[in-house]
């Protein structure tokens, strides 16, 4: 099986840091990105094809080109609030880019998907830890847009034999241990950078959204999954799919963290004061949101390795600081 994977969103977060393990692990990343969020200067590890999953034209040009044998697809809008405000962009460009990309896929024999999924698939959940079979009912036009792709490849499965691995990411937190990548949203919207920022600037404030919560503390708790952990999932998933699949699995710790114990890792690893303002719950956020991650371990036998939540944060305070 030639090394060369096509890497959609690869100048993203997740992305780049997926990339970057590929070449570790002797593969050519070959990213596809629009640089509407992701950054040129993330792609490090292969050749960058700027544009758009969109342009079927183009996607013929790169299957022609690089003849990838697998596609890791990641180009996608992540912001939930905004796909509550503009559903219809992130209909067309998580779900009808994606058909255009299982679609070249198809007519170029590439026959290996590994899909970036979320946890938003399940919407509220009913209980935690969250297991593959829980049902799916989304609470936003994110996470819709998601559960439809995963239809999709269930389709295309069964009528073409497309082999895919849907991977239902939890939070994903932390940075490159190395400091070459990490993650780098405009607006910023995620807990750890944000309270990273606050601790660096003063001027800034964190508000903690909602103290009210059926939890320990009161506060939401979160399955927060190291970045690295992320990508070298995504690798194992390739290597699953020269044999196997279809599969769709969860991709955490199995362990949470509220956000009150997030903001106190964040104190002791910037040795910094945070003083978090109390907010009101954020519609839509349930209480607690933790992975089964038995599932992934079986499959394709990963095990995450950043397990320590300071750890993690110290790596995206060192990236903030680089
Ligand atoms: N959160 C918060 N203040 C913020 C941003 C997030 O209290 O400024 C909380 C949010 O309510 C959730 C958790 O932190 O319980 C993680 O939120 P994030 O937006 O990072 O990820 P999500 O869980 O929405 O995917």
Request: aromatic share 8%.
């Amino acid at each position: 099986m030639n090394k060369t994977i096509l890497v959609t969103g690869g100048a993203g977060y997740i992305g780049s840091h997926t990339c970057k393990a590929l070449a570790a692990r002797g593969y050519t990343p070959v990213t596809l990105d629009n640089l509407s969020n992701g950054h040129e200067w993330a792609v490090k590890w292969g050749p960058l094809v700027k544009g758009d999953t969109g342009d079927r034209a183009l996607l013929d040009d790169v299957f022609a080109r690089y003849r990838p044998s697998g596609v890791i697809h990641f180009a996608a809008f992540i912001e939930v609030g905004v796909s509550v405000r503009e559903p219809g962009s992130f209909y067309r460009n998580n779900a009808c880019s994606t058909l255009n990309v299982l679609e070249a896929m198809r007519a170029h024999g590439c026959e290996r998907f590994v899909f970036s999924s979320t946890a938003a698939v399940y919407g509220t959940p009913r209980q935690v830890p969250i297991t593959e079979d829980h049902p799916q009912w989304p609470i936003n036009p994110y996470g819709w847009s998601k559960f439809m792709v995963e239809r999709m490849l269930e389709d295309f499965g069964r009528a073409h034999g497309t082999r895919f691995c849907a991977l239902r990411y939890f939070n994903a937190a932390g940075a490159d241990p190395e400091g070459e990548i990490g993650e780098a949203h405009d607006p910023e919207s995620h807990l750890i950078p944000l309270v990273l920022r606050a601790a660096k600037d003063p001027a800034r404030s964190i508000s903690i959204f909602g103290t009210d919560y059926d939890t320990p503390d009161g506060t939401c708790v979160r399955d927060y999954i190291h970045v690295c952990d992320l990508a070298d999932a995504h690798i194992r998933a390739l290597q699953f799919l020269e044999d196997h699949g279809p599969a769709a699995v969860n991709l955490g710790t199995g362990a949470g963290n509220s956000v009150k114990e997030i903001i106190d890792a964040a104190r002791a690893v910037t040795g910094l004061p945070i003083e978090p303002v109390i907010g009101p719950r954020r519609p839509g956020d349930p209480a607690r949101l933790v992975a089964d991650r038995a599932l992934a371990g079986e499959l394709l036998g990963w095990t995450p390795q950043h397990l320590d939540i300071r750890e993690t944060i110290a790596h995206a305070w060192a990236w903030m600081n680089r």
